[in-house]
């Protein structure tokens, strides 16, 4: 005898294809069925998920993680992005990781794809308008030394540091993978900012990312939705 229990929160609707799908070990399923437990904005790192689906005094193995990762995208329920993802500064990221049915994930995958490489020519964009600036710079400082070498002017004020920006979309990878997944972003100290906190507590509020509008960077989170639901 089945006996199911009856939940009406902490729980988490899962379509029995997940749990019945024969392509799939169960190993994997039960992997799957844990990452669709997770917060759409939780960002998937393989050291993490090795730790999360370990047995307690038996950690598992890369080899055998890798193996159902690769199972769960030859069956279309994960996607990983074909390149990492590019920081700002130019340096390299994370891959992201996008864990759903089939059918939703190729959608989001084709979004981040395309997400991805307007970031990637923006960001390239970017650094050669910076080497551009460097190398103007590195002239005018130039001159201005000619110019001190004969007490006619003071040496130039160094050039501040750039701060970082956000890719052209305006979100961080993080904001993009939440933004791909549905969430919906509150500026901190808004309305719903605040609502949000009022309902899960100072606590269990989720991490603080930063989004640029109109040139200007605002901080905030993401949620499920923009209010939390009532009742």
Same mark, same amino acid.
């Given at each position: ?24 070990? +169960?190993? @994997?399923? $039960? /992997? ?19 730790? !999360?689906?370990?047995?307690? $005094?038996? !950690? ?13 995208? @030859?069956?279309? #329920?994960?996607?990983?992005? !074909? ?10 990221? %994370?891959?992201? #990781? +996008? ?8 959608? !989001? ?10 970031? %990637? ?20 400082? %130039?001159? %201005? /030394?000619?110019? @001190?070498? #004969? ?7 160094? +050039? ?10 305006? #979100? ?10 549905? /969430? ?23 991490? +603080? ?23």
């Amino acid at each position: 005898m089945i006996i199911r229990p009856v939940c009406r929160r902490n729980f988490v609707a899962l379509p029995n294809v997940v749990l019945t799908d024969e392509r799939l070990s +169960i190993e @994997t399923r $039960g /992997m799957i069925a844990y990452l669709l437990s997770r917060p759409a904005n939780w960002q998937i790192k393989t050291v993490w998920l090795a730790h !999360a689906l370990s047995k307690k $005094g038996q !950690a598992l193995g890369r080899t055998k993680l890798t193996r159902m990762l690769r199972e769960a995208k @030859t069956a279309g #329920y994960l996607a990983r992005s !074909a390149e990492q993802e590019r920081k700002p500064n130019g340096d390299f990221g %994370s891959y992201i #990781y +996008i864990i759903g049915l089939p059918e939703e994930v190729q959608l !989001a995958s084709a979004r981040l794809a395309h997400s991805l490489d307007a970031t %990637s020519q923006a960001t390239t964009s970017q650094n050669e308008h910076r080497i551009d600036k460097k190398r103007t710079s590195k002239k005018q400082n %130039s001159k %201005s /030394m000619d110019l @001190t070498r #004969y007490g006619s002017h003071p040496l130039p004020l160094p +050039i501040a540091a750039e701060p970082p920006q956000a890719a052209d979309d305006g #979100y961080t990878a993080f904001g993009r993978t939440a933004f791909l997944n549905g /969430m919906q972003f509150a500026f901190e100290d808004s309305e719903p900012f605040n609502a949000w906190r009022k309902v899960r507590g100072a606590d269990g509020m989720p991490v +603080i990312d930063v989004v640029v509008v109109q040139g200007r960077r605002r901080r905030g989170s993401w949620f499920p939705s923009l209010f939390p639901r009532k009742g």
